[in-house]
């Protein structure tokens, strides 16, 4: 089963330069989160979709916006990306939003220069 | 005050010991905790969830809730080199949309 996949995994970014995530879920899940994880810092909720149309922001979304394409997809994009948001992007995804554990990807390391 | 407090480590035993790894948390409406492991350069990899108060085992790992403490352990017996890893704890108060994770704590396991 591949569960979580993200793609790409590796991408240096120019500062100012655009671009999305991409993430998918084959678990048949209903909801889905973009998480950035740094050193000493954890993993932060950038935004979530709790259900198939849905998208809410979490604790760090400024300089991101997100889409939910459908119930397996979700994206996140970077408009004019800055160099504080050279980081470790992880999507996961829950068979719904509050008490069930999530099954995270194996990330997207971003370095904007 | 963070939500919930892990000490990073690191932390460096040897083959066949028994590691205990541990996190506070500081509100009392969690109801739900978990531990992950994540190898270098993959994603957090779900070892327990569980639900309130007590113990989980699965195989050479127990999982430890104190709601009176508010404190949660994980235990590993007959700790592997291939247990090397950083090992996060999360909590959730099961509404709404919020997960904390701890900040983890980097085990080596020495052969």
């Known amino acids: 089963n591949a569960g979580v996949t993200q793609t790409p995994k590796f991408q240096v970014l120019k500062t100012g330069q655009s671009m999305t995530l991409q993430c998918a879920q084959d678990?048949?899940?209903?909801?889905m989160y973009w998480y950035r994880q740094d050193p000493g810092m954890g993993l932060r909720l950038i935004y979530y979709s709790a259900s198939e149309g849905t998208t809410d922001k979490g604790e760090v979304p400024n300089g991101y916006n997100v889409s939910r394409l459908n119930k397996r997809e979700f994206s996140l994009r970077l408009e004019s990306a800055a160099p504080s948001q050279t980081s470790v992007y992880f999507c996961?995804?829950?068979?719904?939003?509050?008490?069930?554990?999530?099954?995270f990807g194996d990330g997207t390391r971003l370095s904007i220069l | 005050q963070k939500e919930v407090e892990q000490d990073p480590g690191p932390l460096s035993v040897p083959e066949g010991a028994i590691v205990s790894l541990n996190c506070t948390y500081s509100n009392s409406a969690f109801q739900y905790f978990m531990w992950y492991r994540q190898y270098s350069r993959k994603g957090p990899e779900l070892l327990m969830y569980t639900y309130s108060s007590g113990n989980k085992e699965d195989g050479r790992f127990t999982a430890q809730v104190d709601k009176s403490s508010k404190y949660i352990s994980l235990f590993i017996r007959d700790s592997q080199p291939s247990d090397s890893a950083t090992y996060l704890c999360a909590t959730s108060r099961g509404t709404g949309n919020q997960f904390y994770f701890g900040t983890g704590t980097s085990l080596t396991v020495i052969p």
């Open positions: 678990m048949n899940h209903n909801s």
């Open positions: 996961a995804s829950s068979v719904s939003i509050g008490n069930q554990p999530q099954h």
